[in-house]
Structures are given as structure tokens and as C-alpha cells.
């Protein structure tokens, strides 16, 4: 049974750090691709940053390009998104995806809210 679990969510000032973490099971995760997106009220979902497999190369939205940092850790099957210096824009729910050719498997979800 595949499952990808979000933590890390939370409140936190415009400015402020979090850390998400998904855990993934079920599946070879070391070749799978991972992302994390996101979805505002109102908004489509969108890509936040990816990280390739093995290579570890990464790609980001432009929106986040130097404030966020996407990593993975094989071993444990988790991959990680730091945010820092969030805004207000930054506001959503973010969503782990787990990707390799036609398999494409979502978790549920974690709410981040940057507010004063």
C-alpha cells in the first residue's frame, strides 16, 4: 500500500522558517522522482520544487528560487522542503508527489499559513 505522510505544517510570521518532511512507503522510493506543490484557496495546484532521483538534481518555482530548498534522503524515505523568509504569498496547502513514469501517487496535505 503506497502512502506519502506530510509534517511540518503550521503557522508561522511572514519572515519565518518551516520544515516539511514526507514519508513515503510502499513503493521504491529511491527512484522515484519527488515533489512538493501546493494549492492556495482559489488557485490551482502548482509545482513548488522537485528533485530528481539518484542525480539529485533539483528544479524550483521561480517564486521560491532562493528561499526554498528541496532535499531527500533515501535511507529513510523522506524527502524535505525548507522554506525560509516566508510571505504571506506563501499561504497554501502543500502537497508531497511521488512520480516514475505512469505512477503518480499524492499525500494529503499539510497546511502552511505565513501571517502576522
Known amino acids: 500500500q503506497v502512502q506519502l505522510v506530510e509534517s511540518g505544517g503550521g503557522l508561522v510570521q511572514p519572515g519565518g522558517s518551516l520544515r516539511l518532511s514526507c514519508v513515503a512507503s510502499?513503493?521504491?522510493?529511491?527512484?522515484?522522482?519527488m515533489s512538493w506543490y501546493r494549492q492556495a484557496p482559489g488557485k490551482e495546484r502548482e509545482l513548488v520544487a522537485m528533485?530528481?532521483?539518484?542525480?539529485?538534481?533539483?528544479n524550483y518555482a521561480d517564486s521560491v528560487k532562493g528561499r526554498f530548498t528541496i532535499s531527500r534522503d533515501n535511507a529513510k524515505n523522506t524527502v524535505y522542503l525548507q522554506m525560509n523568509s516566508l510571505k504571506s504569498e506563501d499561504t497554501a496547502v502543500y502537497y508531497c508527489?511521488?512520480?516514475?513514469?505512469?505512477?503518480?501517487?499524492w499525500g494529503q496535505g499539510t497546511q502552511v499559513t505565513a501571517s502576522s
Open positions: 510502499g513503493f521504491t522510493f529511491s527512484t522515484y522522482i
Open positions: 528533485i530528481i532521483n539518484t542525480a539529485g538534481s533539483t
Open positions: 508527489n511521488a512520480a516514475w513514469f505512469f505512477n503518480k501517487y
